[in-house]
């Protein structure tokens, strides 16, 4: 009986000596196991930098409320300056329109990186709302907006899926072919 007994104090010395040890401070565990950057790299995906609002535009292209990013919407503004225009259905077909929304994704991707300094900072991409300017008759918007779906999980795997809305527009600025806003939780 005394062995038992020995045994079962020393046990209950041993634990409670852990858990009066001050907790150690430890990295965060990283959320990837690969670097966002270098994925980029390897999509041959070049980030452009992001263009400043005018100032009589009153609006901002990122809001933080707690760990939630809220991105303004973002259009196919192609790195070489130019802005992929028409309406989906009548001036550009279903994967012309993919890839706008594939190159919109990229732009928001661009302003993630401005604000957050490092993508691996993205825990999660929580909503994406597509608009597809379309054609009356037009009714494939989810196959544009995929392009932007696409771009996301092959950045980001499991966190680039989110909720998602695709809905069409009678028109949209400067006759952009979409327009793209995003939810995207972060860790601080």
Do not use: W
Request: proline share 5%.
């Amino acid at each position: 009986m005394k062995p038992i007994l020995f045994l079962l104090l020393t046990l209950l010395f041993a634990c409670n000596t852990q858990t009066n040890n001050e907790p150690t401070q430890q990295e965060p565990e990283a959320l990837y196991s690969y670097d966002i950057e270098e994925r980029l790299a390897d999509l041959n995906i070049k980030l452009k930098p992001v263009r400043k609002l005018p100032p009589t535009v009153q609006i901002e292209r990122v809001i933080k409320s707690g760990n939630l990013l809220y991105l303004s919407g973002n259009g196919p503004l192609t790195y070489d300056g130019e802005l992929i225009t028409g309406k989906v259905g009548k001036d550009l077909t279903i994967e012309q329109g993919a890839e706008a929304a594939r190159i919109t994704g990229i732009n928001q991707l661009a302003v993630l990186k401005e604000y957050l300094g490092d993508l691996n900072k993205v825990e999660k991409i929580v909503k994406v709302f597509g608009m597809v300017n379309a054609s009356p008759e037009f009714t494939k918007q989810p196959l544009v907006i995929n392009g932007c779906t696409n771009l996301l999980i092959e950045v980001f795997g499991e966190r680039g899926k989110h909720a998602r809305s695709a809905v069409g527009m009678a028109s949209l600025p400067g006759n952009m072919a979409c327009e793209i806003e995003m939810i995207v939780q972060i860790r601080e």
